[in-house]
C-alpha cells in the first residue's frame, strides 16, 4: 500500500482526536498505563538508593550552610552552637520521618496532607493542604535551582555574577524536559481543568508551565538568593506536615485499632513540633519574606473554593451522576452535513468520504472570494462530479466565517433539521512546519460554538508528510 494512503485516508468510522498545539511532539500517541500495569522492576536496596536517595539529598543540601548562616550572621560565638542545634533538627526529622510512616501505612497508594485533610479533617482543611502543596511545588523548583547555582558559582567563580541568569536557563531547560513527558502528577479539582488538558503523554503540560512561570517570578524577585526562600519554603513543607499528623490523630482517635493510642501519640507529637515550627518561622521571618505566605494562602484558598464552586454548580446542573428519568431517543429528523471547502483536491475526496459516511444528505460549502473564482471551482466541481451538492456562498467584506456561519443557522432552523459541520484541518507531522498552516478551522469551529449552538462541529485532521 503506498505511504500516502495509509497516512492521508483517515477511517471515517472512527473518532480520533489528535494531540494538537505547538507543544505536542512527533511521537506516536501513548496511552497512559494505569497504576500498576505495564513491565516491573525491582530494585535492589542499592540500586534504590542510588535511584532515590538523590532526590533526598538535594532537598536537605542547604539545610547545613543556611544553618551556619544563621549563626554566623548572630556572631562567632554563636557558632558553637552548631552541633545542638544539629541535634535538634536531626531529632526533629526522626519524629517526621517515624510519624509519615503512617501516612504510608493509611494511604498506600499514594497520598499526602491533601489525601489525609480530604479524608479526616473535610474540605477546609484540604483546601488548605492544597494551597499548601502548591506552595511547595513551585518553592521546590525555585529553592533547588537557586542551591544548585549557587553550588556552581562556588566551583566557578566567574558565574556568581550571573547565579539569576543560570537558574532560569535551567528553569527553562527543566521545563521543556517535562513537557516532553518526564513528569507525571496528582491532579486534583481544585484547579482549573486547563491545567490538567493532555497531549497523549502522561504531562500536565499546562500545570508545568504555570509552576515554571511561578518559579521563575520567584527567582527573579529574590535574585535567586536560596537564603531568602528556605523560610518560605519550610513554612509551606511544615503547614502539610501538621495538617497531615493532625488528621491521621484523628483517624486512629475514631478507628481506634489495636495499640491506636500511642500510634496517635506519635502524630500527635509530629503534629505539635510541625505546627510549633511553622509558628516560629512565621514569627521570626515576618519581615524577611514570610508575610508573602500569609498574604498568598488565603487568596489561593479563596481561589480554590471559588473554582470548586463553579465545578459543583456545572455538575449539578450537567446531573453528573443522576441517572435519567428517560430512554436514549435516536435523532428523528434529516441530518445534513456540510463540509467547508477551499478548493477541489485530495483533502476534498477524504473530507466527503467521512461526511457520506456519518449518514444523511453531504453538502459542500465553499466561500470564492469573487466572481472569476466562483465559476473556477463551479466548473471543477461539475468536471468531477463527485455526487454531493456544492454550494457557493457570497463573501461580504472578503469574510470566510460568517457566510458558512450563516448558512448553517439558516439550514438548522429549517424544519428542526440536524446540522453537522465537518471541518477539515491540514496538520503538518513536523512541528517546524505547524506554525505555517493557519487557524481558520478553529476559528470556524469557535464561530458555530458561539453564533450557532444547534450545530455540532466536527474536526477532520488530514496529515501531510511534508
Given amino acids: 500500500m503506498p505511504r500516502t494512503d495509509a497516512r492521508r485516508r483517515p477511517d471515517p468510522r472512527r473518532a480520533v482526536v489528535p494531540a494538537r498545539g505547538p507543544l505536542a511532539g512527533r511521537r506516536a500517541p501513548r496511552l497512559q498505563l494505569r497504576h500498576g500495569e505495564g513491565d516491573r522492576s525491582h530494585l535492589?536496596?542499592?540500586?534504590?538508593?542510588?535511584?532515590?536517595?538523590?532526590?533526598?539529598?538535594?532537598?536537605?543540601?542547604?539545610?547545613?550552610?543556611?544553618?551556619?548562616?544563621?549563626?554566623?550572621?548572630?556572631?562567632?560565638?554563636?557558632?558553637?552552637?552548631?552541633?545542638?542545634?544539629?541535634?535538634?533538627?536531626?531529632?526533629?526529622?526522626?519524629?517526621?520521618?517515624?510519624?509519615?510512616?503512617?501516612?504510608?501505612?493509611?494511604?498506600?497508594?499514594?497520598?499526602?496532607?491533601?489525601?489525609?485533610?480530604?479524608?479526616?479533617?473535610?474540605?477546609?482543611?484540604?483546601?488548605?493542604?492544597?494551597?499548601?502543596?502548591?506552595?511547595?511545588?513551585?518553592?521546590?523548583?525555585?529553592?533547588?535551582?537557586?542551591?544548585?547555582?549557587?553550588?556552581?558559582?562556588?566551583?566557578?567563580?566567574?558565574?556568581?555574577?550571573h547565579l539569576l541568569a543560570t537558574t532560569l536557563v535551567v528553569l527553562v531547560v527543566l521545563t521543556a524536559v517535562n513537557l516532553y513527558g518526564i513528569a507525571d502528577s496528582a491532579r486534583v479539582l481544585m484547579l482549573p481543568h486547563l491545567f490538567a488538558l493532555r497531549g497523549e503523554r502522561p504531562v500536565h503540560r499546562y500545570g508545568v508551565l504555570a509552576v515554571a512561570v511561578a518559579a521563575g517570578a520567584l527567582l527573579v524577585a529574590v535574585d535567586a538568593r536560596t537564603h531568602r526562600l528556605l523560610p518560605l519554603f519550610a513554612i509551606g513543607v511544615f503547614i502539610g506536615f501538621t495538617i497531615s499528623q493532625v488528621g491521621l490523630v484523628l483517624h486512629w482517635t475514631r478507628r481506634r485499632p489495636p495499640r491506636w493510642a500511642g500510634t496517635a501519640l506519635l502524630n500527635g507529637t509530629g503534629a505539635t513540633l510541625s505546627a510549633v515550627a511553622t509558628l516560629v518561622l512565621l514569627v521570626t521571618k515576618f519581615e524577611e519574606g514570610a508575610w508573602v505566605v500569609i498574604v498568598v494562602v488565603p487568596l489561593l484558598i479563596l481561589v480554590f473554593t471559588r473554582i470548586r464552586g463553579y465545578y459543583d454548580r456545572v455538575g449539578r446542573e450537567l446531573r453528573l451522576g443522576v441517572v435519567p428519568a428517560e430512554r436514549p431517543e435516536p435523532d428523528r429528523g434529516d441530518r445534513l452535513v456540510l463540509v467547508p471547502l477551499d478548493d477541489v483536491g485530495a483533502v476534498t475526496t477524504t473530507a466527503l468520504s467521512a461526511a457520506l459516511g456519518l449518514g444523511g444528505e453531504v453538502v459542500a460549502v465553499m466561500v470564492p472570494p469573487d466572481g472569476e473564482r466562483a465559476q473556477t471551482l463551479r466548473e471543477r466541481w461539475d468536471r468531477w462530479d463527485p455526487g454531493v451538492r456544492l454550494e457557493l456562498l457570497d463573501s461580504p467584506r472578503d469574510s470566510r466565517l460568517r457566510p458558512i456561519v450563516e448558512y448553517a443557522k439558516r439550514v438548522a432552523a429549517r424544519d428542526g433539521q440536524s446540522v453537522v459541520v465537518l471541518v477539515p484541518v491540514i496538520e503538518s507531522d513536523r512541528p517546524r512546519y505547524r506554525f505555517m498552516y493557519d487557524q481558520w478551522s478553529l476559528l470556524l469551529a469557535e464561530a458555530l460554538r458561539r453564533h450557532a449552538p444547534g450545530v455540532l462541529v466536527c474536526m477532520l485532521p488530514y496529515r501531510v508528510s511534508v
Avoid at 562567632?76 to 501516612?103: E, K, M, N, W
Avoid at 506552595?135 to 549557587?150: F, K, N, R
Wanted: aromatic share 4%.
Fill in 44 to 161: 535492589t536496596s542499592t540500586q534504590g538508593l542510588v535511584a532515590l536517595s538523590l532526590d533526598a539529598l538535594s532537598s536537605v543540601a542547604y539545610g547545613p550552610e543556611a544553618v551556619a548562616l544563621v549563626l554566623v550572621t548572630a556572631g562567632a560565638s554563636r557558632v558553637r552552637l552548631t552541633l545542638p542545634v544539629t541535634l535538634v533538627i536531626a531529632g526533629l526529622l526522626v519524629v517526621l520521618v517515624v510519624s509519615y510512616r503512617q501516612v504510608i501505612a493509611v494511604h498506600p497508594d499514594g497520598g499526602g496532607s491533601y489525601a489525609v485533610a480530604k479524608q479526616d479533617l473535610g474540605p477546609r482543611a484540604a483546601t488548605l493542604a492544597a494551597a499548601a502543596l502548591v506552595i511547595d511545588y513551585v518553592l521546590t523548583v525555585a529553592v533547588s535551582l537557586a542551591a544548585g547555582a549557587a553550588t556552581l558559582g562556588s566551583a566557578f567563580p566567574g558565574l556568581r555574577p
